[in-house]
């Protein structure tokens, strides 16, 4: 299979990679691009560790060919801070409620939340529960995780 030249809007910069045909779009952040902040747990779409945002949604980067991201937009965790490093509001909430432990899992989580917060500013209980259920953690037993998305929408209301 032939290599292709694709160009990327990684974290708002243009990227350009030629990667062979059948590469992810997991393998191209991190191998091509050198954003490791995207993780790779199960290979199978399952976990949510690889989730990245494409065109503000988020979408799981071990399912994907690199080639299909060609022209569009991509947000990994090392993109959700501001340019000058400050955290995101979703990064605060989840360092001030301890939403993290061993961290493997923590950039999906972190994706999917600003995309869940985006859509829904002052999610409920069920609706924090239903919209992190495609994420797996292993070490926290996700009150923490829970607690920051709540959080994470009183800082952004606060914010606004």
């Given at each position: 299979m ?13 990227r350009r990679?030629?990667?062979p ?6 393998d191209?952040l ?8 995207t993780?790779?747990?199960c290979?199978?779409?399952v976990c ?7 065109d503000?949604?988020?979408v ?10 060609d022209?569009h937009e991509?947000?990994t ?7 000058d ?6 990064q605060?909430?989840?360092?001030e ?23 829904n ?19 926290t037993?996700?009150?923490n ?15 606004r």
């Open positions: 032939r290599d292709i030249a694709i160009t990327l809007t990684v974290n708002g910069i243009v990679a030629t990667v045909g059948r590469r992810l779009l997991s191209c991190r191998h091509d691009l050198g954003l490791t902040g993780h790779v747990g290979e199978h779409g949510g560790c690889c989730t990245v945002l494409l503000g949604q988020p799981r980067s071990c399912l994907m060919f690199a080639a299909t991201a022209g991509v947000t965790v090392e993109g959700l801070a501001e340019p490093g400050t955290l995101s509001p979703v605060r909430a989840f360092a409620c301890h939403g993290l432990q061993c961290g493997f899992c923590t950039p999906g989580f972190l994706c999917t939340v600003t995309a869940l917060l985006r859509d500013p002052a999610p409920g209980e069920e609706e924090v529960v239903e919209g992190i259920s495609g994420n797996l953690c292993r070490c037993g996700y009150q995780i829970v607690r920051a998305v709540h959080r994470a929408a009183e800082i952004l209301a606060e914010e």
